[in-house]
């Protein structure tokens, strides 16, 4: 289409079918419940030509698919360590293929935890994001040839993107909370060439490093902390 006018009529034409999805999640209440599910779902899929990544132990191929186990709040355990002994074997499906059960995985960019907190994912983010910081930080983000401003832009379009990716489904504790902002400062010292001390003996405030940058005083809005949500039952959760 390339070149075309976009008053131009396209060439019309069928499509006589479409058998593709992408990720699928599916929510079970419990072990039997995934015990005896999982192989109907996976059967379902597969009459419509479709496939679950599953693992196999003979030729020890991994899987994609994955059931992340959440468990009830502890206090309402009476053995908190093992669950009650709740079963977390891999599901078995026969002739050595399998779908393991985890306490964490990354779906769709973003870290679930067993726990239903975002405690990992942030984690993960400012891990992320300081690891593209620090990529960049020798060439240009403490360069004394790159200005304040180029400095702002570069840090708001390749930093803050990975830092606050998936941030508007964070439910974040004060904690959390501080561990972004912390982050946030170390990279506004760093760009303006200020060191910990400097601040300490020149009275030295973030604030004044933002609007030297030309950044607003906060570039993380978050809402108000508040507790996570927790079902009275454990779930399973089975990712494709």
């Given at each position: 289409?390339?070149?075309?006018?976009?008053?131009?009529?396209?060439?019309?034409?069928?499509?006589?079918?479409?058998?593709?999805?992408?990720?699928?999640?599916?929510?079970?209440?419990?072990?039997?419940?995934?015990?005896?599910?999982?192989?109907?779902?996976?059967?379902?899929?597969?009459?419509?030509?479709?496939?679950?990544?599953?693992?196999?132990?003979?030729t020890?191929?991994?899987?994609k698919?994955?059931?992340?186990?959440?468990?009830?709040?502890?206090?309402?355990?009476?053995?908190?360590?093992?669950?009650?002994?709740?079963?977390?074997?891999?599901?078995?499906?026969?002739?050595?293929?399998?779908?393991?059960?985890?306490?964490?995985?990354?779906?769709?960019?973003?870290?679930?935890?067993?726990?239903?907190?975002?405690?990992?994912?942030?984690?993960?983010?400012?891990?992320?994001?300081?690891?593209a910081?620090?990529?960049l930080?020798?060439?240009?983000?403490?360069?004394?040839?790159?200005?304040?401003?180029?400095?702002?832009?570069?840090?708001?379009?390749?930093?803050?993107?990975?830092?606050?990716?998936?941030?508007?489904?964070?439910?974040?504790?004060?904690?959390?909370?501080?561990?972004?902002?912390?982050?946030?400062?170390?990279?506004?010292?760093?760009?303006c060439?200020?060191t910990?001390?400097?601040?300490r003996?020149?009275?030295?405030?973030?604030?004044?490093?933002?609007?030297?940058?030309?950044?607003?005083?906060?570039?993380?809005?978050?809402?108000?902390?508040?507790?996570?949500?927790?079902?009275?039952?454990?779930?399973?959760?089975?990712?494709?």
């Amino acid at each position: 289409m390339t070149g075309r006018s976009h008053r131009a009529y396209g060439d019309e034409f069928e499509v006589p079918d479409s058998e593709y999805a992408d990720d699928t999640a599916a929510l079970f209440v419990s072990r039997e419940s995934l015990d005896t599910n999982v192989p109907l779902l996976i059967g379902h899929f597969a009459r419509f030509g479709m496939e679950v990544h599953t693992g196999n132990a003979r030729t020890e191929k991994d899987s994609k698919s994955e059931v992340l186990f959440c468990p009830k709040p502890l206090q309402m355990y009476a053995d908190p360590e093992t669950f009650d002994n709740a079963n977390l074997d891999p599901i078995d499906l026969g002739e050595g293929i399998f779908i393991p059960i985890v306490f964490m995985f990354v779906y769709l960019g973003l870290t679930l935890s067993h726990d239903c907190s975002d405690k990992l994912d942030v984690e993960n983010r400012i891990d992320k994001a300081g690891q593209a910081f620090g990529a960049l930080c020798k060439n240009l983000f403490t360069s004394t040839q790159i200005t304040l401003k180029t400095k702002r832009l570069a840090y708001c379009i390749l930093i803050l993107t990975v830092l606050l990716y998936g941030s508007e489904t964070w439910c974040l504790t004060e904690a959390l909370y501080r561990q972004l902002r912390n982050f946030h400062a170390r990279c506004v010292r760093t760009m303006c060439r200020v060191t910990r001390k400097h601040t300490r003996t020149h009275r030295i405030s973030t604030a004044q490093l933002l609007d030297r940058l030309g950044l607003p005083l906060s570039l993380i809005h978050i809402s108000e902390p508040t507790r996570p949500l927790y079902s009275s039952y454990a779930v399973f959760c089975l990712k494709k």
